[in-house]
């Protein structure tokens, strides 16, 4: 719908037939929507409809000019797409990932050619949603990045290059927001009170009413990827999502996740079944709890995402700190009006960011860097 919506034929492969025809009927759908809101004739849909085919099998696309690959997260899977990718496609053919997280050299290296091979992290729903992470690969020409950058364009993108390590910026950052929110709950903040603070701080959406949006069974299974593949975590990590999992609470889609949900209804109601599994993962991680204010709230999650953005700069893997508030503020929700997380710090101010990490980093310090942070930033270094 994406390439559709800017006048650009798009040939559409999956390798299942049943699940190519529930894509058609949802782009079907979906612009029937659009048509009856009137911001689009019917001669405009079928216009639209008609730059889109359904391709019956993976050598239709030999001709494509760029390929998108979108299957689930597994890198082993990818790598056979992009095998059988790099023997079928032109030369000249850009090779694209959706990967929001796997290494985009592992899949390159599944092809001949890696340096037309990148990742171009469309936010969900691609066809709204307007950043686009294009991920640059160790041996991607910049021939490529300049050819997606300009693509991403035409498409109504906002597209920000970045570098390639796991969850590149956004969903790197991402970790260490929702590890913070995770502590939270086990440090007597309920989901509502966490979700609460940072909606009234200006975000769209609390991180746990997210969570269940998107399927908490999602992040689980990206989280048992990472393992798979040996990614480290610097921090001690809960397993209240795994917990929920278990027990069936997969999000809005199975009426019950952080929240419970009513039959046929998206609004989220405080479930006191949580509490058991919260009380359990208390007891494992050896958390006490007490007193937790919203300013607390807003200053562990938002800093989180100021201290992963300093590694970020500090590695490269972002080349500014007004991409990373770019990224954020198109792609994640955080409120425009504060600029994005690295524009934030700096209006608060680098020292007063500084000292908080600090004083986080007593009783936590595998997830708080305050001299790196300061570097970054540009205040002194803690005492």
């Known amino acids: 719908m994406a390439f559709a919506n800017a006048g650009i034929p798009v040939r559409v492969y999956d390798a299942m037939p049943e699940a190519l025809a529930r894509g058609r009927a949802t782009i079907e759908r979906n612009y ?20 889109i085919e359904f391709a019956g099998s993976m050598a239709e696309l030999a001709v494509s000019d760029v390929v998108v690959e979108a299957a689930f997260e597994s890198l082993e899977l990818k790598r056979e797409i992009f095998a059988e990718l790099g023997a079928l496609c032109r030369a000249d053919a850009l090779l694209a990932t959706n990967t929001s997280t796997l290494d985009v050299d592992a899949i390159a290296a599944a092809t001949p050619s890696p340096e037309r091979v990148l990742g171009m992290h469309f936010f969900s729903p691609a066809n709204v949603m307007r950043l686009l992470e294009i991920v640059r690969g160790a041996k991607t020409s910049p021939a490529a990045i300049a050819a997606a950058v300009e693509l991403g364009k035409r498409l109504g993108k906002i597209p920000v ?27 007597g903040a309920t989901p509502e009170r966490v979700d609460g603070a940072l909606k009234r701080f200006g975000f769209a959406m609390g991180p746990f009413a997210v969570a269940d949006l998107a399927g908490i069974d999602i992040g689980v299974r990206a989280k048992a990827e990472r393992r798979a593949r040996g990614v480290v975590f610097p921090f001690a990590l809960t397993n209240i999502s795994d917990e929920l999992v278990a027990a069936g609470r997969l999000g809005q889609k199975a009426g019950a996740g952080f929240y419970r949900y009513d039959t046929g209804e998206r609004t989220p109601h405080p479930d ?13 991680l050896g958390v006490v709890q007490r007193n937790v204010t919203d ?8 800093y989180a995402l100021v201290n992963e953005g300093a590694h970020i700069l500090r590695d490269g893997i972002a080349a500014t700190p007004d991409d990373i508030d770019t990224i954020w503020a198109n792609g994640y929700g955080f409120p425009a009006a504060r600029g994005g997380p ?4 700096r209006d608060v101010g680098a020292a007063t960011v500084v000292e908080a990490v600090a004083r986080f980093a007593e009783s936590d310090p595998g997830a708080w860097d305050p001299p790196t ?3 970054v930033l540009g205040a002194p270094a803690p005492r």
Do not use: H
């Not at 300013?295 to 938002?302: G, K, S």
């Not at 690295?342 to 710090?345: C, G």
């Open 272 to 284: 006191p079944a949580l509490e058991p599994i919260l009380a359990r993962e208390r007891a494992r």
């Open 342 to 345: 690295m524009r934030y710090a």
């Open 32 to 51: 029937e929507a659009t048509r009856a809101k009137g911001r689009l004739s019917e001669a405009e849909v079928a216009t639209r409809m008609q730059s």
């Open 295 to 302: 300013d607390e709230i807003v200053a562990r999650c938002v």
């Open 161 to 187: 290059v970045v570098g390639n390590c796991d969850g590149f910026v956004g969903n790197r950052m991402l970790l260490y927001y929702r590890r913070q929110a995770e502590f939270l709950l086990l440090a």
């Open 373 to 375: 942070l300061a570097a």
